[in-house]
């Protein structure tokens, strides 16, 4: 099967380990990844602050990428909630029917992480070990916009080794929620402070998320508070392996001067096609 990664812009900057770790899993299970190099972000960071027309040259370029693939995987709980459930509106705002047409094709073949592996793929056990302590945080896109429900519980229970614990007040939000943490600080960190604190109440090792936002958010936290606590995206605890284990001290979390999954040795990076051209607002080309 022939999929397409969308690694998000924010993964790609700053946590490349999570869309290789995805590169490894699915190869694992058979998949061909492409990474197509023409796309950028999803628009999610315009639309939510209000800059809807800033956001729609974003909704085009990816129907643009993304619109030969049959399945299009997204580590990303808040960007797959973006893309399913803002786009349609951003291309009707614009009044462009052929881009309403477009994404109405495009959307249904995008899918969050645990959603491909479960419903797609059919599997919940992919042959993943992970001997640690571990406890799951849902994002509040995932659980509340496209709600992925029990998935990510039912492959972190499939993975050999694992302790896992459940945590307490889950569906709390953490506190992130994108520009919240900025316009509302004080709000953000405390409740920031009460997810840590229940992160710790489990004792857990490791605290785990589809979403790197929102783990940066509680990882900064726990750190501040020399908790000593990982955080880690569910794609990179379902990368490892007993012959490939993860361990802290090399974690692909840390090793952020590789600049996107495409560095992964065996995932197909794709160029534009003729006449494909991806521009973001403003006019600047969109960075691969």
């Not at 022939?2 to 946590?15: I, R």
């Not at 459930?85 to 073949?109: F, I, N, S």
């Not at 953490?174 to 953000?188: E, H, P, Y």
């Not at 012959?243 to 534009?272: C, D, I, L, M």
Request: proline share 6%; glycine share 10%; net charge negative.
């Amino acid at each position: 099967m022939k999929v397409a990664l969308f690694a998000t812009c924010f993964n790609d900057t700053m946590w490349p380990g999570t869309p290789r770790a995805v590169v490894v899993l699915l190869e694992r299970l058979g998949c061909e990844v492409e990474f197509p190099t023409a796309q950028t972000c999803c628009g999610q960071v315009f639309t939510n602050t209000g800059y809807a027309a800033e956001a729609v040259p974003l909704v085009r370029s990816f129907v643009d990428v993304f619109s030969s693939y049959d399945h299009v995987v997204v580590p990303s709980g808040s960007c797959t909630g973006s893309i399913r459930q803002q786009h349609r509106g951003l291309a009707e705002r614009a009044g462009d029917p052929g881009l309403e047409r477009a994404v109405t094709e495009v959307t249904p073949r995008v899918h969050e992480l645990s959603e491909f592996l479960v419903d797609v793929l059919g599997v919940t056990d992919v042959g993943a070990y992970f001997p640690h302590r571990v406890t799951y945080h849902p994002t509040c896109h995932s659980l509340r916009m496209i709600r992925v429900g029990e998935r990510p519980l039912q492959l972190l229970r499939a993975v050999r080794g694992i302790d896992l614990v459940e945590l307490p007040a889950a569906e709390e939000c953490c506190g992130f929620g994108g520009t919240f943490a900025m316009k509302n600080a004080d709000v953000s960190v405390a409740m920031g402070f009460d997810k840590a604190r229940h992160v710790k109440e489990t004792g857990a090792e490791v605290v785990v998320a589809g979403d790197n936002s929102c783990l940066a958010h509680i990882g900064g936290l726990l750190s501040r508070e020399r908790a000593g606590v990982q955080t880690l995206h569910l794609a990179e605890v379902l990368a490892s392996t007993e012959e490939h284990p993860w361990t802290p001290e090399h974690s692909p979390r840390t090793q952020r001067s590789e600049s996107n999954a495409a560095v992964h040795g065996r995932v197909r990076p794709r160029t534009p096609r003729s006449g494909e051209s991806v521009s973001a607002p403003g006019g600047a080309e969109a960075l691969s």
